[in-house]
């Protein structure tokens, strides 16, 4: 291997383990904003706290990424328990701005237990937010 080639390959493997280290340390967060309540409820087997909703609401979605990564985008998904099982029902991309934070709305238009969780994608990485489960009456 040529002097040239070394030195590229070791840029590139530096490179990669430095996105690798600053995606292990980057953590998202989800809110869900304007909820009419909370109970506690089982769904699909496990007990939550559930925010509550009515039907037709438009639920804003909000969040911010830290540390804010200078490119990233975020996926945001919506989950809903049907027969026993999770099953997204919906997903979009957020707006994201600069400062790390990111925005979205869904608009609720069926019944039942669900919950929502944002993707953030850097590079090839992916990074999971908690769940925020909420239920639609």
Known sequence: ???????????????????AAAAATTTITINLQSGTGSR???ACGAK?????????TRI???GAVHPAPTAFRVKLKVKQC??????TIWSA???????????GTY??????AFFARAYLHIGTHEIKSDK???QVR
């Open 48 to 56: 939550h706290h559930y925010t509550l909703y009515r039907a037709g």
């Open 93 to 103: 991309g957020a707006q994201e701005r600069p400062n790390g934070t990111y925005t």
């Open 82 to 87: 049907i027969r026993g099982t999770f099953r």
């Open 1 to 19: 291997m040529t002097t040239h080639r070394a030195v590229t390959a070791a840029a590139i493997t530096a490179l990669v383990a430095a996105a």
């Open 132 to 134: 925020r489960h909420f």
């Open 107 to 112: 608009l609720a238009r069926r019944r039942g």
């Open 40 to 42: 506690t409820l089982t």
């Open 60 to 62: 804003k979605i909000n």
